[in-house]
Antibody
Framework: EVQLVESGGGLVQPGGSLRLSCAAS????????MHWVRQVPGKGLVWVSR????????SYADSVKGRFTISRANAKSMLYLQMNSLRAEDSAMYYC??????????WGQGTMLIVSS | SYVVTQPPSVSVAPGKTARITCGGN??????AHWYQQMPGQAPVLVIY???DRPSGIPERFSGSNSGNTATLTISRVEAGDEADYYC???????????FGGGTKLTVL
């Protein structure tokens, strides 16, 4: 079964750091670009970041550029999002998603981040 | 940066046809994708490349994209179609993925 499972969310103080993980299974992870998308409960989807299949090319939303870093470990079928200098407005459900020629065809169930003192 | 605009809500009676629009400058020159999100669940891709359906998505779901508007059409709407729907494109100029604000489909 093709599956993405996120982990690593939790409660963090403003200014703190956290790393989210996404475990992929059921497909050849190294062949796909991957994304992080976030959603504040009750609000819309917001794209966060994308990484190409070998990790050499990344892209970020302006709101997280310079604070977040996307990376991957193809040998482990893992996707990561390192988040630094966290702000209250970063609080959201974070989803990882697989890219199939610009469509996000597989999504995980998400991991929740709360940034609060 | 590129912006796509959706109506916040669309209402339709069961058995009728729902049309959800996604407006953007020359969006017809881009590939539009559509997602369905049920409450408390992750999004699910229902239309890709403007009008293609992933396996498992009912034929009642269809899409089109031309000019400044992409459209998701749901025929013979059922109560189970009630959800939030999002359009998405890839803005090649910024290399950013762009989502519409989402449309809440209500089945009357």
């Amino acid at each position: 079964e093709v599956q993405l499972v996120e982990s690593g969310g939790g409660l963090v103080q403003p200014g703190g750091s956290l790393r989210l993980s996404c475990a992929a299974s059921g497909f050849t992870f190294r062949s796909y670009w991957m994304h992080w998308v976030r959603q504040v409960p009750g609000k819309g989807l917001v794209w966060v970041s994308r990484i190409n299949n070998d990790g050499s090319i990344t892209s970020y939303a302006d709101s997280v550029k310079g604070r977040f870093t996307i990376s991957r470990a193809n040998a482990k079928s893992m996707l990561y999002l390192q988040m630094n200098s966290l702000r209250a407005e970063d609080s959201a459900m974070y989803y990882c998603a697989r890219d199939s020629s610009s469509a996000l065809d597989i999504w995980g169930q998400g991991t929740m981040l709360i940034v609060s003192s | 940066s590129y912006v796509v605009t959706q109506p916040p809500s669309v209402s339709v009676a069961p058995g009728k046809t729902a049309r959800i629009t996604c407006g953007g400058n020359k969006i017809g020159s881009k590939s539009a994708h559509w997602y369905q999100q049920m409450p408390g669940q992750a999004p699910v891709l229902v239309i890709y490349y403007d009008s293609d359906r992933p396996s498992g998505i009912p034929e009642r779901f269809s899409g089109s994209n031309s000019g400044n508007t992409a459209t998701l059409t749901i025929s013979r709407v059922e109560a189970g179609d009630e959800a939030d729907y999002y359009c998405q494109v890839w803005d090649t100029s910024s290399d950013h993925v762009v989502f519409g604000g989402g449309t809440k489909l209500t089945v009357l």
